[in-house]
């Protein structure tokens, strides 16, 4: 089987408030019939054309005007272009409804007998464009008419339009019984972080939800049955249920934008992107920007609508809305990808190339004036101007030589395409063809370090995550000793290993070199390269002494390091061996721990002394960038979650010395900052060098919240033992 080219003309009649948007006018197809002409150049098969409810009768549902329609359907069917009938295109009816009215199915049904009535030659129908898609924009996000902002709302459009759908059918095929149903929506899927699971899990299910209904698939054993029985619909999903109508053809419309990925980190993402649902919010992007490696795309859409369904398959909207190689290479992969999937046998009936007038408003959703964007005509000078989309198409209609520029890798194919910090993109998930999630491993997280700061807060926050985990002491794995390892991985199994172990004594280290090096450096290494051999992805924690001090900016991933003590060496040392190594490893730069949970911290020290009406000493000639524990431990373990390896600088992002530092924290304890006294960091006679500036920034992504918000936390949950004051 051989997919064909099909093409298809933006039609949409939306309405926003109480005026609409017509895209066939927009375009200026309303007043050139001999764009139909130009059309059939293209070689393609068929043409997803509108007979849109909202032009016909627009006042009055008898009330109908054919003319236009008339003149165009007689020439497509002198062209020999098989027409696909839409009869309504993300529309909500004509003025006298919209799509939460009762009215709207009955009406759509109504005026689908009209058209099959008078173009009974017609054998494939769209009654409804997108349906789901459309209901979100309506009846979710409040974009279009009716403009509501409900979950119930939406599943009020949505049944609506199923309803419509066969109603529309039952009155086209007692016209033509072989009339055929090719039902399009959106289709991408989502991915998430792990505190997203749930949400990403929903937002996979609900995208079947137009094509399960319409299957009669949403019965009491459907995972979305419960959820729209809460609303009040069991009835009406117990009457479609029991009277389905299944696609003939699945219309599968994929987007570079959607496959999508949400992150709870908004600190990550600008602001436009900041959403949410009524229990979490996150940020919501597009996957291909994200995600490396990429979101599975098209491909992945329609193989799983393949397995789902086993309904034949029809790609009806293949657009990209960019420079003119990037369109064409974008139509090339997707008419690539269909042949393929035919020679596996999986049927897909045709490509669509969309739209080949091209389209206007779409930057803005069709809710205001937007920019025109060319298809395989350019519409916005004074008459229709090939491009060389036309090219490509004919090439494909006649499997001919492409231009030579549809040839190459698209943006989304290339590092340009990253336009958020990246999150690695877990293996694909098998499909799950009833719509359950899968649930958890039960596989550990092993964390190495019980005794210090950061394994008893990696611990506390599996603990609050639902992660299953493993805290180690050094009697279990030592890292001085490593054949102490490999047994404890391969009894336990895990997922993951987080090496919070080594030696923390800055000063301490200058004059015990070698147990300093084989517990961060030889250690470190050997534990990762158990990893390694095993595939387990590691987590281990460098600092900021693996700097010299000397520059006079802040350090980022890719700087030289220059250690000044043995400490640093140390560090600088493992992060070289781990970075020789294959796998997924995660090293996590960072610098001045504080937090509530530790009794042995620079902040816990200033709120004890200035609590106890002490003076206390800070070096304001030494620049840091203070990190929050609890935030480090949060942000470190959703990147090993997602994949993450490599270096990464992770702080509270703010620099100054430690004397300012001192400042803050009292401020923020209702402390008294006066009785903090700066002095040089000589006059404390350590013994190990320490760097004039510390400061660490990341190109690799947002830097933790902000300092502010770290101390305020800090403050609000400081232990009651730190703030008794001296008598």
Known sequence: MQPQLWGGVECTVNRVHNSYRDQIRATGHHDRPDDLDLIAQTGIRAIRYPLLWERISPDAAEDRDWRWTDERLDRLRQLGIRVIAGLVHHGSGPAYTNLIDPGFAPGLANHAAAAAQRYPWIMDWTPVNEPLTTSRFSALYGHWYPH?????????????????????????????????????????????????REQAGFDN????????????????????????????????????????????????????????FLDHRLQRYPASSHGGSENQLYADVEAIRALDPPPQGLEGALREAWHRYGIVLAVTEVHNGCTREEQMRWAAQAWDTAVQLCREDIPIEGVTLWSMLGSSGWSKL?????????????????????????????????????????????????????????????????????????????????????????????????????????????????????????????????????????????????????????????????????????????????????FNGEKDAPYVENDPVDPRNVYGLSKARMEEGIAALAGRHLIVRTAAFFSPDDDYNFAADVVRSLTERREFVAADDLIVTPTYVPHLVATALDLLIDGEAGLWHLTNGIALSWADFARQIAERCSCDPAHVRCVPHRSFGWAAERPANGALASRRGAPLPPLAAALDHFADHLPARWCRRAA
């Open 366 to 546: 069709l809710t205001a004036q937007g920019h025109y964007e060319p298809g395989l005509w350019d519409v916005s000078g004074e008459a229709p101007r090939a491009t060389a989309l036309l090219s490509l198409a004919q090439a494909l209609s006649q499997q001919g030589e492409r231009p030579l520029l549809a040839q190459g890798g698209g943006w989304w194919q290339r590092s340009l395409r990253m336009g958020h910090p990246p999150v690695a993109r877990p293996a694909p998930m098998k499909a799950h063809l009833a719509g359950r999630l899968p649930r958890s491993s039960a596989q550990p997280l092993l964390i190495c370090g019980a005794t210090g700061t950061l394994g008893q807060a990696m611990a506390r926050a599996c603990h609050l995550r639902n992660i299953p985990f493993l805290l180690t002491a050094r009697s279990d794995v030592d890292l001085a000793a490593p054949s102490s390892i490999a047994p404890v991985l391969d009894r336990n199994a895990p997922w993951g290993i987080v090496n919070a172990a080594g030696w923390v004594r800055v000063d301490e280290a200058e004059a015990a070199i070698a147990p300093c090096m084989t517990a961060n450096a030889t250690g470190a290494i050997a534990l990762a390269r158990a990893c390694e051999d095993r595939g387990i992805a590691s987590l281990s924690f460098s600092s900021d002494l693996v």
């Open 148 to 196: 509501q902002r409900s979950e119930r709302s939406f599943w009020l459009a949505l049944l609506n339009q199923m309803d419509a759908t066969r109603l529309s059918m039952r009155a086209i095929r007692r016209v033509n019984p072989s009339a055929r149903l090719i039902q399009t929506d959106d289709l991408g899927r989502t991915y998430a972080t792990a505190a997203l």
């Open 205 to 260: 299910l609900r995208r079947w939800a137009g094509w399960d209904l319409l299957c009669g698939r949403i019965g009491p054993d459907h995972p979305l049955w419960d959820r729209l029985s809460d609303f009040g619909f069991q009835d009406r999903l117990r009457a479609i249920a029991d009277d389905p109508c299944p696609p003939d053809i699945i219309g599968i419309n994929h987007y570079l934008t959607s496959d999508r």
